[in-house]
């Protein structure tokens, strides 16, 4: 039992994937309760408001107005000194991007004791690229859009001249695919950073890279099995990350010894680069003619019942249970 250990479980969150936040928050609770610890919930978007019913926590209904700007309120509640650690079921902007933990660490200095469980200060994807481009691991070429205030017909020229069709475009602090836009000629691209934008302030336009799509996750520097992905639509879209069926499953994947390995290795070679710690999950693209490109590295990888690392987990031999009381263990080291 585990009793003496207080948790603070973080969900829902104000980002565009705050539904998975509070399904991967619910599955993450519910773990924690059968491994014995004290867990108590927050829900940063609610500020003070928080609902006095758990189960609301998790619930398609808000109960009190959404919004990133309720966060430091919440943080300053009473069960926020009072726990030995806080573990993020948020997912996406204001969750990964690193404000939570941006502002936990600064909270830390002011109560004594409160760690922070999470596995990044960073969902940076334009720079996540720079830092594994510099240790020698290959993500795709990419044109970034810093603002909104953007040339487009620079822009435009850029992708066509150094990344060509067809390019995937998508928002810079965001997961899910929330945002994520493939165009096939020109005339998509503007558009297709537009709407980015309305999820993020900044935007990544990479080249697209076909081939078969392959993820790894990492927990306290073991990568698990890897798993391929086989969606149903020719993008794996929210609608098959989220929706049973949409999506195939093969853990381990049919690949040769020799890609496994070289993949664990590449995954290993990001975490560190990153400065992950605890547990995250490296996506890749492999080729026909056998080029492996990583496409970024999740900080926070989904915890619901069609989440990766769980069936990579359990292809290890780790049930999710045990998969959560690990990471706790981990991060209270």
Not at 71 to 79: G, M, N, Q, R
Request: glycine share 6%; proline share 5%.
């Amino acid at each position: 039992m585990n009793n003496n250990t207080h948790i603070l479980l973080a969900a829902g969150g104000a980002s565009s994937e705050r539904e998975v936040s509070k399904h991967s928050s619910k599955a993450i609770y519910s773990a924690l309760l059968e491994l014995g610890y004290k867990v108590s919930v927050i829900d940063p978007a609610y500020g003070k408001n928080q609902p006095a019913d758990l189960a609301l926590f998790f619930g398609a209904e808000d109960v009190a107005p959404v919004s990133e700007k309720n966060y430091l309120a919440a943080f300053e509640l009473p069960v926020v000194q009072e726990a030995d650690t806080v573990f993020l079921g948020l997912h996406g902007q204001y969750g990964e991007d690193g404000t939570v933990q941006a502002l936990l660490e600064l909270l830390k200095k002011k109560y004594t004791g409160s760690g922070i469980l999470s596995s990044s200060l960073a969902m940076d994807k334009h720079m996540s690229k720079i830092i594994m481009k510099d240790h020698g691991i290959d993500s795709p070429r990419e044109v970034f859009v810093p603002n909104r205030k953007y040339d487009k017909e620079t822009i435009l020229n850029r992708i066509v001249t150094e990344l060509s069709f067809p390019c995937v475009v998508k928002p810079n602090d965001q997961g899910s695919t929330c945002g994520l836009s493939v165009c096939s000629t020109s005339a998509e691209v503007i558009p297709a950073i537009e709407q980015a934008f309305t999820f993020s302030n900044a935007v990544l336009v990479e080249e697209f890279i076909k081939g078969r799509e392959l993820t790894a996750g990492i927990i306290d520097n073991i990568v698990l099995p890897i798993l391929e992905i086989k969606p149903k639509h020719d993008l794996y879209d929210y609608e098959c990350k989220y929706t049973s069926g949409m999506t195939e499953y093969f853990v381990p994947a049919d690949i040769t010894p020799a890609t496994s390995f070289a993949i664990q290795e590449l995954t290993l070679k990001c975490f560190q680069a990153l400065g992950c710690k605890s547990y995250g999950r490296a996506d890749f693209r492999l080729t026909e003619s056998g080029d492996i490109y990583c496409l970024e590295m999740n900080t926070l990888p989904g915890m619901t019942s069609t989440s990766l690392v769980p069936k990579m987990a359990k292809a290890a031999g780790i049930s999710f249970t045990q998969l959560i009381d690990k990471i706790v263990k981990d991060s209270l080291l």
